[in-house]
């Protein structure tokens, strides 16, 4: 199994002639670590329920539920779309978002 490594780096500055390393990695790997079993296990789940879009009843509920068991505050039915969820983690410190969106194509 091959596992992708990532570098998070600082956004450039104005007259900053090259990127550093952010403080935050040791963190994002430790976590990564942490929950890689549970996430490939949810990523497997979800492949499994091949739900359309608009209607992933079971996907939604795994994963917010996930994010709940992680201590996350998760507020379903976001933009009055039944399967959206926000979740919210409130702590001091560096913020890492990830967000899944469809690409609607004007083809």
């Avoid at 939604?60 to 009055?80: A, I, N």
């Avoid at 926000?86 to 609607?104: C, D, L, M």
Wanted: with cysteine; charged share 25%.
């Amino acid at each position: 199994m091959t596992v992708r490594k990532f570098v998070a780096h600082e956004r450039l500055l104005e007259g900053q002639n090259e990127m550093r390393p952010l403080p935050i990695l040791p963190v994002v790997e430790k976590s990564y670590a942490t929950h890689n079993d549970a996430l490939r296990n949810l990523s497997l789940k979800i492949h499994q329920y091949a739900e359309c879009a608009y209607h992933e009843y079971r996907s939604s509920h795994l994963l917010s539920t996930f994010m709940e068991d992680e201590g996350f505050l998760v507020e379903r039915g976001v933009g009055e779309v039944k399967t959206a969820f926000s979740a919210t983690y409130s702590q001091e410190g560096p913020v890492v978002s990830f967000n899944a969106v469809k690409h609607i194509s004007s083809d």
